[in-house]
């Protein structure tokens, strides 16, 4: 048995069990989707993606992927470059991070994130005890909010 095997009883699979990809790449038994999708052409996977002198941290290359290189000085992530390109002027609401927190990806120059935690709990403005205040109300499809007022 292999130090990997010993390290990682429950996530190690035997190699006659992997989802055999070709002679080299293999998945886990639990990706069945990726293995149909593989199957027809619809995956590729590329390996031995990185960046020079990596310090093996998740979050370090967590922003280096957020901003496209390790010495990128951006201040806009990937999904903002894609929404200033696509809204210029900067567009209310149309970016959404849900998380506890903003992520890398979503930082702004002139498209802000509407970031909140709970899907279930959010509201469409002022503050979350006002959220019966905001359930009662019929919403209007037209109808726009500015966005300095989402949780203010």
């Known amino acids: 048995m292999t130090a990997y095997y010993k390290a990682r009883p429950g996530l190690a699979v035997r190699a006659d069990a992997v989802l055999k990809l070709n002679d080299e790449i293999g998945l886990h038994t639990s990706m069945t989707g990726f293995k149909s999708l593989w199957d027809q052409g619809k995956l590729a996977i590329v390996q ?70 709970d899907p279930n709990r959010f509201v469409r403005a002022g503050d979350p005890s006002q959220e019966p205040v905001y359930k009662k109300r019929p919403r209007s499809p037209r109808r726009t909010i500015k966005q300095d007022s989402l949780f203010s």
């Open 48 to 117: 031995g993606c990185g960046y020079p002198n990596p310090n093996r941290s998740h979050f370090t290359f967590d922003g280096v992927l957020a901003h496209r290189g390790a010495q990128c000085r951006r201040i806009a992530g990937w999904v903002e470059r894609f929404a200033d390109a696509s809204w210029p002027r900067g567009e209310p609401n149309k970016v959404v991070n849900i998380a506890e927190r903003q992520s890398l990806a979503v930082q702004a120059v002139r498209n802000a994130p509407v970031v909140f935690a």
